[in-house]
């Protein structure tokens, strides 16, 4: 359980820095900085506990996560990542919180007796719950289902699946992460990233595709 | 309770609809029209259940629930709705979501054992959260509280309160769907109507009512 | 435990008053004031309550939450508080609400069983998650992040600590609102005032301060 806690936390700072990033973006102060690192490192995970009933949140019985979120601002604020790589930094991180979070958040859900289809949701539900809850309270349309934003939940569904299926085949009755899981936490970062670098779309939500170029 | 089963479903995929329509006509990809589609169709549950705190929401439990988000994309998707009625038609599976759920709601929080003025305020929660939800991730004013929105929180809770009333005087101690709640359900629904189509408006919150006209 | 939740109440209906003036501020209608009230008095206290698992969150048991956000709703549209002194008045309900706030959900959490550090988080989430709540289902930038807002979460911490401790040091074993709690309660809405008559303002998120004046 040790290695499912660093991977977590890990996955807390990640998000955590991207919240305090968008916070340094949009100019809010440092308390924005720690409100939107707190949602967008804990608010899945907060999510995920609320719905999978588990009492207390972990978040609030440990005050190791809410180191992450202070430690995050304060790499902000001293500067440690350049304004001019802003964007491109925020998105690296995103990515990387993306793909700790679908695995952690499936393998707890697993252990609390949620059946594979409702942990692997809750997988998901992890990993995109706090940036949607950053991009909600700092008034943004949430990049997760912006045209531009590149897939996004797609590749955290995926790294879901492939955790919960590899525990209904039995190969994971310890509910641990192990090399398999380290292996689909690298995937879904890949994916991730490929899918930011190339473009990669989903089609729109209506019959018709929007036209490209500035007509319109 | 079968019937209550199939009034909710339906409720889940009318507000399912409204969500993926709203996704289409502000140009979001798929995966933004099953997200709100889900949010619209299934927040409001999933709000209630947290609220009542009856375990894991039933959502996540029935994977029939998450089916009707995913038919909802794909007949928006397919354009079996036409675009040029997309506001008409939102407004229209909206208001019957609106009707299924202040029932629905209601009388599983009955069920749950809460007393009749928290069962309707938890009926009203289930109508209402989910295109809150839907409204707020969209980063939309809620249509809730536009003054353009017509009447829409107030059908809810007249329809709640008569659930809620049936029980306290006893005519429905097992809690299910009968004539009476059908009854509501299309009161419900033609209230709302009503509402939309004759642009009947609350009082506004101040007070001096705002000036007609285009002046300020 | 009598004035523990006569200051409860009163915290609810200086927040409710905070969401029904900013609906009126909006133009929305007196749904969306009773709806604002309702989530920037009552959403902090159900957010506390939902994690610290206490059940069906007291609100929705005792009705006299709800007469809070309804009286609110009725002094707002009357006009009991002139809107030529809207902004200035929110604030100062704000405030009131801040202080009450902070030191009721700290000694609630303090009561479920939480340790110091994880009761006073709560306290400070009871104090600004309604507010949170009020402006972004408003569509708002949350007043706790704006960088004009002066400080706001600060002085909750500040209240929510020192009950924390006062507690942890056995000044308080019965969780109760002593002089000592009014007292703190007092020093918050002085401290929120200060701030907000001085403009007091935390450092930005990121490492370059933005200039002051009309340029850029």
């Known amino acids: 359980m040790s290695l499912l806690f660093a991977v977590d936390l890990l996955g807390v700072f990640c998000f ?8 340094s973006s949009k100019r809010f102060d ?39 979120p ?8 001293v500067g440690l990542l350049g304004p001019g790589r802003l964007r491109r930094t925020l998105l690296l991180f995103d990515a990387g919180g993306l793909a700790l979070f679908c ?10 007796g949620l059946n594979p289809i409702g942990a692997a949701l809750m997988g998901v539900t992890t990993a995109c719950g706090g940036g949607l809850l950053r ?8 990049q997760i289902i912006r045209r531009d934003g590149g897939l996004y939940a797609v590749p955290a569904a995926v790294g ?26 690298v995937l879904v970062f890949t994916f991730r990233g490929l899918a930011l670098r190339q ?11 929007p036209r490209s170029g500035e007509v319109r």
């Open 16 to 23: 955590a820095l991207s919240g305090a990033l968008l916070a």
């Open 103 to 112: 695995v952690s958040g499936t393998l707890i859900a697993l252990g609390a």
């Open 135 to 142: 991009d909600v309270v700092a008034n943004e349309v949430p």
């Open 199 to 209: 473009g990669w779309r989903l089609p729109p939500a209506g019959p018709v595709p």
């Open 160 to 185: 879901a699946g492939l955790v919960a299926l590899s525990w209904q085949l039995g190969h994971n009755p310890d509910v641990r992460v192990g090399p398999a899981e380290i292996i689909v936490i």
């Open 30 to 68: 440092i308390l924005g900085s720690l409100l939107l690192g707190g949602l967008a490192g804990l608010g899945g995970g907060i999510t995920r506990d609320l719905l999978i009933d588990i009492g207390v949140p972990v978040a609030f019985d440990n005050p190791a996560y809410f180191v992450a």
């Open 70 to 77: 202070l430690l995050a601002a304060v790499v902000v604020k």
